[in-house]
């Protein structure tokens, strides 16, 4: 990750009192603003957390995204505003590894209720290149082995988890985009709703029982829809899609590593050149929150298309569907075009 994109701890924590100080003049925060009455005030780091969270908790939750529309999430910078309202929160989602400032926030926070969905399911290490193996079916196994509770689960982790955002031996943050693991990080969300909000748990645990089938409804998609490709190659501008790769059979190649705006290597660029001709690749993906520039140099150098593979770190006007169910059906029609899927 770009040093730049590192918030030291010093400043978060004076960022932490001056977020405090500015609510104990107000008494409200981002999330209780609006009357949510007694709706359990749930802050989310970024969109794949807030659609979890909206997803299960449903009527009983107010839900605030630290993430706005249309924000790299890599690049977030919280403002002591919203370091405040974290502390507010009755429970907050979020995925360590991500967002540095975001996981410093929460850790001086002292809210009770904080869930890293890292620790709900296992994390692997993907560089540029990811080959793909089935997983089998260990989502049962992992939900269950990887404790629910806060403390319990942070020990089972390293504190190295998904903090080499891009570097050699960092694991790879970007679970949601297997729905197989983002199955297992819901059910895991589910119990610790009902832990934090008994009162409403029978109501959490049916919206994640739905949730779940939905997301078993679009795994059978993909491995249905990429089940005989003609190739089996991806190039894409962030490597984001190591574990879609894994689950599916592909091999992702990304131009540049797991951050989004890191600048490939010229040696890496003719490289990619090289695997496109070898695999017979036709696209060259890019996505919607990020410049295409190098995608289209690329494409222009190579003869080859260019298309969008939404990584949906965020939902925005350019997003091609309205959540993230839709979004990852496009991602789907994208592949099965680009890898002469039948």
Known sequence: MNVRRLIPTTAVAGAVVLGLTALSACSTSD????????????????????FLAEKI???????????????????????PRQIGSISESDYVLYLKGIQPAVDDAIKQSGVKNTVDAATLTTLENHGS??????????????????????EEAHEEHSEGDGHNHGEEGGADPHIWLDPVKYAEVAKGVGKSLEKADPDHAADYKKNTDALVAELGELNTA?????????????ITTHSAFGYLAERYRLTQ???????????????????IHTIAEKEKATTVFFETLASDRTAKTLAKDTGLKTGVLDPLEGITDKSQGADYIEVMESNLAALQ?????K
């Open 253 to 271: 190649q990304g131009i540049a590593g797991i951050d989004p705006e890191a600048e490939p290597s010229p040696a890496r660029i003719q490289e």
């Open 57 to 79: 908790g449903g009527e009983h939750v107010a839900v605030t995204s630290l993430t706005k529309p249309g924000v790299e999430p890599h690049d977030l910078e919280l403002t």
């Open 337 to 341: 075009k680009a890898l002469g899927a």
């Open 222 to 234: 993909y491995e249905t829809g990429l089940k005989d490709p003609a190739t089996k190659t991806f």
């Open 129 to 150: 290149e990811v080959s793909g193996h089935d997983h089998g079916h260990e989502g049962e196994e992992h939900a269950d082995e990887h404790g629910h509770e806060g």
């Open 31 to 50: 999330a209780a603003d609006g009357g949510n009455g007694d709706k359990l005030k749930v802050t989310a780091s970024f969109y794949p957390m807030q």
